[in-house]
């Protein structure tokens, strides 16, 4: 069965700050991955996604991810965090195994402090 | 394009009740998706269906049903609601390689 982990269910950087979002995953064949963000009261946005090719993703709003398959992991990077970028962050996982159905990790909520 | 509309926004339900939540979408996806959102748990796929007329199970299917006449609709039925059906629900789609999917707004059910 696939699924995700999300080991940090609340960071707090500063503004201005690097930021990094971990996520791992398990999923028996090639996996398709994403990074969803979800401001509070809203729907999920899609931030990046990963299908094949190059392993560093770049996304919408300066965010980046890295799919490195012999960690399973695809962590969310940010090299400089705005206040705007408050927000709870979810990684998913799915493929044709899976028949494109999602699995969603419990999502990272992230505070940025002025 | 509206994407994926939900409605309604929110509702307050007594038990017992029948609620039918509706999801349109106008970008023509054949698959279409409904989610609950917990605090601390994520999102978990309720039921989906991969086209017009077809249909499936997710990981919490129990006590919801949905059905799929054509293409744009994908409303999800809770027969008898119970206390803990109030969640948040999200309708999802996905596009022509059944890879990305998009999110509605949500609908936030309170059930008494």
């Known amino acids: 069965a696939q699924s995700v982990t999300q080991p940090d269910i609340h960071i707090t950087v500063s503004e201005g700050a690097s930021l990094e979002l971990r996520c791992n995953y398990s999923y028996g064949a090639t996996p398709y991955l994403f990074w969803y963000v979800q401001s509070p009261g809203q729907g999920l946005q899609l931030l990046l996604k990963y299908f094949s090719g190059d392993t560093l993703v770049q996304g919408i709003k300066g965010f980046e991810a890295e799919f490195k398959r012999s960690q399973s992991s695809f962590n969310l990077r940010k090299p400089s965090v705005h206040w705007s970028d408050a927000a709870e962050y979810f990684c998913?996982?799915?493929?044709?195994?899976?028949?494109?159905?999602?699995?969603f990790g419990k999502g990272t909520l992230l505070t940025v402090n002025p | 394009i509206a994407g994926i509309t939900q409605a309604p926004t929110s509702q307050i339900l007594a038990a017992g009740r029948r609620m039918t939540l509706r999801c349109t979408q106008d970008?023509?996806?054949?698959?279409m998706y409904w989610y609950r959102q917990d605090l601390g748990l994520g999102l978990r796929l309720i039921h989906y269906?991969?086209?017009?007329?077809?249909?499936g199970k997710g990981e919490v299917p129990d006590g919801y049903s949905v059905s799929r006449a054509n293409t744009d609709d994908f409303p999800l039925t809770l027969a008898s609601a119970v206390p803990s059906q109030t969640s948040v629900y999200f309708c999802a789609s996905s596009d022509s390689q059944g890879k990305t999917q998009y999110f509605g707004p949500g609908t936030r059910l309170l059930v008494l």
């Open positions: 970008m023509r996806h054949n698959a």
């Open positions: 269906s991969n086209t017009a007329g077809t249909t």
């Open positions: 998913a996982v799915g493929g044709r195994g899976s028949n494109y159905k999602l699995t």
